[in-house]
């Protein structure tokens, strides 16, 4: 291009002119002009990663203001067939609402030994003919048993003896009697003199004394009525034989999604005991059909490890002595968890507003809150917050919190789905609680709270301690209230962590995920995998028809992630429940607030001369504020210290070691942590310096 023209008589003015113009007009006239290129974007995979921000396509520039989003969806199960009570474990105490059960007794939690076997048709009651069973009641010369219970005076206990068949002619008809079988909408043709649910007997007609039901209009289209097959909901978490009764507070899916510049990640928490990897997979390519190509960049999912909901993982379904014999997790519900999770993520990318964040940390201490079941007594109560605010309203987007324990409280006696203590953590914050006597007030937050579930092996359990609700009343049965008293007194450190906390402005995001596959070394887990019907995921490199030996072992891929906001907070996950002595080590006793280190009980106690030296692993994340999510994007059971794994020499992982090794019958073994802190070994170093690293 050229910037001058030449006319006779006036050329020196012209050169003047031109010369003054090119001055201007120099970088776009100038053909030897050079520009600095932009950068091309990478592929992950060419550097060991399997999603690293900023550098691959779609966020090249993390560099921006922050951009916040979250939305909750339920999901419950809202559509099955219930169990009978009667044919239920008798407990010396069951929660609220009572289980209504045949003869006063309390009966919920697992279904008897028996009762989808030798005791499928003894009627209504559960009782057979030939039962002379021990109840919990007690009796002696003075106190009788309630009727029709019989007193065994040398053992001071009451027996529920076998009289006759059931009156109402449900006993020998050859139907189930240990579930009512009118499908999926639970409408019964018939009711009880209880007025409760009642299906036919053998001739299509209401049993002796019932009558029928006017809200029935006819059996389930889905052919679930009268089929014989126990169309349920096996909760998870405990025991097998574990049906729902219903629910007490919905489960849910519930997401925050951040955006700076280019870059876009999602954070999701599922109230489920587990969810695994390539489940995971279909959420992220369900949300990624959704949204515009490249829309969201990474989403990391984890599992509150919630103990009182339906089982995700397929582990807990209907047994015999232990065994699995088929899964617990129905398709119907996987596809459920799946699609109410993607509508989670898309919602929250809906809502992404212009916003402020404040984080802060405390710590909970061990008192009131946690009690480690397993030597080395080690606690890692690190409890962290995040409040994001609408920039232009100052209106809550979400309050995240950060913590580990187990959402046990109710433990194997409930039969009622409920996300535990993370919903009365959760509704808190949104809702507010009033000041209560002891003074203690939580204001509502609003917005959408999330529990983000931190580590929780080793093993960290509310159960075994008391809890003190707001007014200082100790809370020590597994019921609700107990349950709500750990999720107040949460929030209470919550809001308190935050009225210390610290607003951060540059939260420029960055991504790093790696995957990786471990061994299943775990025989009852190969024993599951080759069955094949028990867990819906993949195995690879193994030939199911030749004999598991080292070269021939079943393994599964699986990931860790960690996210960057800024220099200050940095999410780091593991794909199961870690030990927390492998996040802080501890050895020394300095994390077990007064805990003994070692049961001096113990037969077979943990030796520490072989414990590993720090820096550990939270030590070594960078960051100020170190938010662990456990169950990060898969579950792969406990993730036990390899120093610490001990197995039983007659039949290991199906029996414990001596001193309390339950945790390795449910890890996958030996190896498994080993070879994750190998993927932090190579993941660490790159921390500091968000993008590509040198190949």
């Known amino acids: 291009m050229k910037c001058y023209r030449t006319f006779s008589g006036r050329l020196s003015v012209w050169m003047i002119w031109c010369g003054l113009l090119a001055l201007v007009c120099f970088p776009y006239c100038d053909p030897q002009k050079t520009t600095t290129k932009e950068p091309e974007p990478i592929n992950p ?125 449900s006993e020998g008809d050859g139907l189930d009697d240990w579930f009512v079988d009118c499908g999926r909408d639970r409408i019964c043709p018939c009711l009880d003199p209880e007025e409760q649910p009642s299906y036919y007997g053998k001739d299509k007609k209401c049993l002796i004394g019932h009558k029928p039901n006017p809200a029935y209009k006819g059996p389930d289209a889905d ?119 993607t509508r989670a993520i898309v919602e929250a990318h809906k809502q992404l507003q212009k916003a402020k964040l404040k984080v802060g940390h405390i710590k909970t201490g061990r008192q009131g809150f946690l009690r480690d079941s397993r030597d080395p007594q080690i606690f890692d109560d690190n409890l962290h917050v995040l409040h994001l605010t609408s920039a232009e309203k100052n209106e809550t987007i979400s309050v995240l919190v950060n913590w580990g324990n187990h959402p046990e409280v109710l433990s194997d006696i409930n039969n009622y789905i409920t996300s535990d203590f993370p919903h009365f953590l959760r509704e808190a914050l949104e809702k507010g609680v009033p000041k209560s006597s002891k003074g203690f007030e939580i204001p509502a937050y609003g917005g959408t709270a999330i529990y983000l579930q931190a580590t929780v092996g080793g093993l960290m359990t509310p159960l075994g301690i008391g809890i003190p609700d707001l007014d200082g009343v100790e809370q020590t049965k597994s019921d609700w209230e107990k349950s709500k008293a750990l999720g107040h007194q949460l929030a209470v450190k919550a809001v308190e962590a935050l009225k210390n906390g610290e607003e951060i402005s540059k939260v420029d995001l960055a991504v790093w995920a790696k995957t990786t596959k471990v061994k299943v070394e775990n025989k009852a887990f190969q024993a599951l ?53 492998i996040t802080v080590g501890g050895y020394d006793g300095s994390w077990t607030y007064g805990a003994d280190l070692i049961d001096p009980k113990n037969p077979n106690p943990p030796d520490l001369t072989k414990a590993p030296k720090g820096p550990y692993l939270r030590e070594r994340i960078p960051g100020k504020y170190k938010f662990f999510v456990g169950l990060g994007n898969d579950f792969l059971g406990y993730l036990i210290a390899s120093w610490n794994y001990q197995l039983d020499k007659t039949s290991p992982f199906f029996t414990q070691a001596p001193g309390d090794h339950y945790e390795e019958t449910n890890g996958l073994g030996p190896s498994i942590v080993p070879t994750l802190m190998k993927l932090y070994d190579e993941l660490i170093p790159q921390l500091e310096k968000p993008g590509p690293p040198a190949k």
């Not at 219903?246 to 990640?265: P, S």
């Not at 960049?297 to 599992?303: E, G, K, R």
Request: with cysteine; net charge negative; hydrophobic share 35%.
């Open 45 to 169: 995979a060419d550097y060991g990663y399997s999603a690293l921000c900023p550098g691959a396509k779609g966020c090249m520039k993390p560099e921006g203001e922050l951009f916040a989003g979250a939305a909750a969806v339920a999901l419950t199960p809202e559509a099955y067939e219930f169990a009978r009570f009667s044919y239920m474990v008798e407990k010396s105490f069951c929660p609220t609402p009572t289980p209504m059960s045949p003869f006063g007794l309390l009966r919920c939690g697992e279904l008897e030994g028996r009762a989808q076997y030798g005791r499928r048709d003894c009627g209504r009651d559960g009782l057979c003919p030939q039962d002379n069973l021990p109840t919990r009641k007690t009796c002696d010369e003075n106190t009788p048993c309630p009727t029709p219970l019989v007193c065994n005076v040398a053992e001071k206990k009451c027996y529920l003896k076998y009289t006759g068949p059931d009156a109402d002619g």
């Open 223 to 341: 052919g679930s009525e009268g089929n014989g097959i126990f169309e349920g909901v096996w909760m998870a978490g405990f025991g097998g034989n574990h049906p729902a009764q219903g629910k007490y507070d919905d489960i849910w899916a519930r997401a925050l999604v951040l955006r700076t510049g280019d870059t876009t990640v999602a954070i999701v928490s599922l109230d489920l005991v587990g969810f695994f990897n390539n489940k995971i997979q279909e959420i992220r390519k369900q949300v990624a059909a959704q949204l515009p190509e490249g829309e969201i960049d990474y989403i990391l999912v984890s599992s509150t490890h919630a103990h009182e909901g339906p089982d995700s993982v397929g582990q807990w379904g209907r047994s015999q002595s232990g065994i699995p014999l088929e899964t617990g997790a129905t398709p119907a519900f996987l596809k459920r968890v799946v699609d109410g999770a």
């Open 529 to 581: 995998f080759w069955i094949g019907t028990i867990f819906d995921r993949p195995v690879t490199d193994y030939d199911p028809k030749s004999p598991i030996n080292e070269s021939n072992m079943p393994k599964i891929t699986t990931e860790i992630a960690v996210i960057r906001l800024g220099k200050d907070i940095t999410f780091f996950s593991m794909p199961g429940e870690l030990d927390p002595e």
